[in-house]
Each structure stands twice: as C-alpha cells, then as structure tokens.
C-alpha cells in the first residue's frame, strides 16, 4: 500500500520522468508554476499534465469538478501527484499541514466519484509529500520514488533520510488528517 524508493541519480529528473511517465495522469499543484521543478514536470508530462494554481480563497469544489472531469475524458486511474515544495509554498504562508489539507479533501472527493487506483509522487516536500499522505490516509495504493539517498528539499537546506524516516513522517501526518 505504501512503496518509498529512490532512484540511483540525486538529481530530481529521473524521479520527475518516471512519475510523469508512469501515471495515467500528472496533477501539478502549485503557486508558482514558472519553477524549474514545475518547468520539467510540464515538460515531461506533456499531454498528461493538469495544472492546479493555489491561490487566496481556493474553491475546492471548483477543483474537484475540474478533476473529475479531467479523469473522466481521459480514463485516468492513477494520478502522479506533484506541484511546489515547501520552499516555495513557505513564501506563500503554505504549511506542509496546510498543503497537506488541501490535497486530502480533493483527492478525498475526487476518490468518492472516481476511484483512483494508485497515486505516485517524488515524495518531495511540500505537494509530493502531501500526494503520498492523501492517499495513503484514503487507503489509495502509494509509490513514492525520490532521488537518491531520499533527498528532500526544506525551506533552507536539502535533508538526506532512509526509507523508514519518509514512511514514518508519511504516517504521522495522515495521523492529524481529519
């Protein structure tokens, strides 16, 4: 139910193509979609890229319908969830528990019209971590591949972890997930 790996490169390509590449669909949450995180998985996801923008007074049901629909022309049924880091939500008074939030209620609605089978994710901080949490909370199958030695960005450094400390924060936050 829940698969954490890392690819053998540090870099955060490999992870981004096989994410985009793999799912039947990638949905990009994000605030400022001119990074060059978002710029790569645009590109790499090509037609298979739906983009969400996170600003003030977000309409959830609006999101939700636009997804819905989405998945329902395309016949998608595993999502690559992806979208700004924490580093870039921050300067946005995003939390991870905000973001976190945000992601569980719309793939939470979006899961009780259109059942989704599996969600992957670079397992990033900010949106990608966010991904895994939703769906695991929401019992969705979760792979989350991340560069090698489990590289995550925060707001002022990149973090190297293990397989069991990314589970465990996984865990621990679908745990304050209402």
């Known amino acids: 139910m829940l698969t954490i790996k890392c690819t053998d490169s540090s870099s955060y390509v490999n992870r981004t193509k096989y994410n985009a590449d793999i799912a039947d669909l990638t949905i990009a949450f994000a605030r400022e979609f001119?990074?060059?995180?978002?710029k790569l998985t645009k590109m790499l996801?090509?037609?298979?890229?739906?983009?969400?923008?996170?600003?003030?007074?977000?309409?959830?049901?609006?999101?939700?319908?636009?997804?819905?629909?989405?998945?329902?022309?395309?016949?998608?049924?595993?999502?690559?969830?992806?979208?700004?880091?924490?580093?870039?939500?921050?300067?946005?008074?995003i939390t991870q528990e905000s973001i976190n939030k945000l992601v569980y209620i719309v793939l939470y609605a979006v899961n009780e019209k259109y059942t989704i089978s599996k969600i992957y994710t670079g397992g990033q901080t900010g949106v990608d971590l966010a991904g895994a949490i939703?769906?695991?909370?929401?019992?969705?199958?979760?792979?989350?591949?991340?560069?090698?030695?489990?590289?995550?960005?925060?707001?002022?450094?990149?973090?190297?972890?293990?397989?069991?400390?990314?589970?465990?924060?996984?865990?621990?936050?679908s745990e304050k997930l209402e």
Request: proline residues 1%.
């Open 34 to 38: 001119n990074t060059a995180g978002e």
């Open 45 to 93: 996801a090509g037609n298979k890229y739906m983009k969400i923008a996170l600003y003030d007074n977000i309409k959830y049901i609006s999101i939700v319908n636009d997804i819905i629909k989405e998945i329902t022309k395309r016949n998608v049924k595993t999502l690559n969830i992806a979208g700004n880091g924490i580093y870039t939500l921050n300067r946005y008074g």
């Open 134 to 173: 939703a769906g695991y909370k929401l019992g969705i199958d979760v792979e989350v591949t991340m560069p090698a030695g489990y590289k995550q960005r925060y707001v002022d450094r990149d973090v190297y972890s293990n397989e069991e400390s990314i589970r465990n924060m996984i865990i621990e936050y």
